[in-house]
């Protein structure tokens, strides 16, 4: 079994005779939120850092919480 990402817009995982979609995760790295975004990921990165985009510092890595991100999409949807 294989796990594919962002190249089809949605992690999958793959035996040899389906493609099963697998559910979304709670938490996002830096990666998924480019991928759910459509944006490079060193975008998201300065955005982060410059408090753009809600998220946490773990160590040295980016965390989002999905439900934060679609609530933040929801209210600059709203503000636009």
Known sequence: MAIIGAALGFPVSINMTEITPIASPDIL?????AALLRLHPTTIRAHAAQGLIPGRQIGNRGRFKRTT????LSENDKAA
Do not use: H, N, P, Y
């Open 69 to 72: 991100i679609e609530a933040w």
């Open 29 to 33: 790295d830096v990666e998924d939120l």
